[in-house]
């Protein structure tokens, strides 16, 4: 059991990873940016692109720092069993994950552009599920 609520939040923050460092190090927006706004990296002006860099670079340092702490969370005071710790890791799993799943929705829901709800999907899928598996006692126990 204790592997399995380790498994889901540890998957969603290495997921969390892979996304913060592709945004933090992409030169332009991804694809489904290009299909929400219907226009190429090319396309749009010099500040326009200036603008969205710096709100992926943002984004992606968010994710890379929540990231980071979930796992230093999982690796030390969560696997000791400490209460706060798994109190902790899923409200700051779901402080990223939720805003996240609703922006990426909301994009699927106003464009005609396919962005990863699926995976964002499963990730909040994961932290309930291992909320729901931790809930009330310590994983140590």
């Given at each position: 059991m204790a592997l399995l609520i380790l498994s889901c939040y540890g998957l969603t923050a290495i997921a969390a990873l892979g996304f913060g460092i592709t945004y933090l190090l992409t030169p332009t927006f991804m694809p489904y940016h290009a299909q929400a706004l219907g226009l190429g990296w090319d396309e749009l002006p010099a500040n326009l692109q200036v603008l969205i860099l710096a709100l992926l670079r943002v984004a992606g340092g968010g994710l890379c720092a929540a990231?980071?702490?979930?796992?230093?969370?999982l690796i030390g005071p969560f696997r000791q069993g400490q209460r706060w710790a798994y109190q902790a890791v899923p409200i700051i799993c779901l402080l990223v994950v939720v805003p996240t799943f609703r922006a990426v929705?909301?994009?699927?829901?106003?464009?005609m552009a396919?962005?990863?709800?699926?995976?964002?999907?499963?990730?909040l899928g994961l932290i309930l599920l291992g909320a729901g598996l931790s809930w009330g006692r310590g994983i140590a126990q």
């Amino acid at each position: 059991m204790a592997l399995l609520i380790l498994s889901c939040y540890g998957l969603t923050a290495i997921a969390a990873l892979g996304f913060g460092i592709t945004y933090l190090l992409t030169p332009t927006f991804m694809p489904y940016h290009a299909q929400a706004l219907g226009l190429g990296w090319d396309e749009l002006p010099a500040n326009l692109q200036v603008l969205i860099l710096a709100l992926l670079r943002v984004a992606g340092g968010g994710l890379c720092a929540a990231s980071v702490a979930v796992l230093a969370l999982l690796i030390g005071p969560f696997r000791q069993g400490q209460r706060w710790a798994y109190q902790a890791v899923p409200i700051i799993c779901l402080l990223v994950v939720v805003p996240t799943f609703r922006a990426v929705w909301s994009v699927q829901q106003q464009t005609m552009a396919s962005p990863p709800l699926g995976l964002v999907g499963l990730c909040l899928g994961l932290i309930l599920l291992g909320a729901g598996l931790s809930w009330g006692r310590g994983i140590a126990q």
